[in-house]
């Protein structure tokens, strides 16, 4: 059974940095792809940062050049750096992760997640 659990997030004041970890276990596939997701109260479910086996990634325009996601290369472990951190970033965050090698931000298309932390960015 694969399991998702995060790591981190928290409160920070704008202009600061927090990091993100989410470790799997029990994850069976050999070709896989990594995200990050942010959720608001109310609003759907937004892809931001993803990550392939191989290491090439993506971002959303909204956190590309403030945002950076890496990978453990030992274990599936990734990780998600927030720099220069807005209020507007402030939001429930998921990783989440898929059997396929290709880059997603697309929510349906993942088939396991992590259980949820708490950004809250003041200002």
């Known amino acids: 059974q694969v399991e998702l659990v995060q790591s981190g997030g928290g409160s920070v004041q704008a202009g600061g940095s927090l990091t993100l970890s989410c470790e799997a276990s029990g994850f069976p596939h050999s070709a896989y792809s990594l995200g990050w997701f942010r959720q608001v109260s109310g609003k759907k479910r937004e892809g931001i940062a993803a990550i392939d086996r191989d290491g090439l990634a993506d971002y959303a325009d909204s956190v590309e050049g403030r945002f950076t996601i890496s990978k453990d290369n030992t274990k599936i472990t990734w990780f998600l750096k927030m720099d220069n951190l807005r209020p507007e970033d402030t939001a429930m965050y998921y990783c989440?992760?898929?059997?396929?090698?290709?880059?997603?931000?697309?929510?349906?298309?993942?088939?396991?997640w992590g259980q949820g932390t708490q950004v809250t960015v003041s200002t």
């Open positions: 989440a992760a898929r059997s396929v090698l290709r880059l997603s931000f697309l929510e349906y298309e993942y088939e396991y």
